[in-house]
């Protein structure tokens, strides 16, 4: 079993800045691809950016030039840095990760999101 705990979000100001953590834990071969998915009321939950294991990146188009994924191998840990925080960035974000937990097992796990409310 692999368990992924999300932290750091919160409350900020329109402008502002936070840093979501994830922390995987448990029976892991290897992390495949990690990300982050947002998920805002009445609306399905979307992602916002990812990295793979040599540290590849992809964005969401709206969070472009704004929000930064990075990762530590060494301790099975991804960041996602945002700033220029805007109103429509508030939603539940979520981690993601692909894991390999066999030797050719691969299996998706999710965390249970942490909040993060940008006010106007």
């Known amino acids: 079993q692999v368990h992924l705990v999300e932290s750091g979000g919160g409350l900020v100001q329109a402008g502002g800045s936070l840093r979501l953590s994830c922390a995987a834990s448990g029976s892991i071969f290897s992390i495949m691809v990690m990300g982050w998915y947002r998920q805002a009321p009445g609306k399905e939950r979307e992602l916002t950016a990812e990295?793979?294991?040599?540290?590849?990146?992809d964005y969401a188009d709206s969070v472009k030039g704004r929000f930064t994924i990075s990762r530590d191998n060494t301790k099975n840990t991804m960041y996602l840095q945002m700033n220029s925080l805007k109103p429509e960035d508030t939603a539940v974000y979520y981690c993601?990760?692909?894991?390999?937990?066999?030797?050719?097992?691969?299996?998706?796990?999710w965390g249970k999101g942490t909040q993060v409310t940008v006010s106007s």
């Open positions: 990295i793979t294991s040599g540290g590849g990146t």
């Open positions: 993601n990760a692909v894991v390999q937990v066999g030797f050719s097992t691969l299996n998706t796990y």
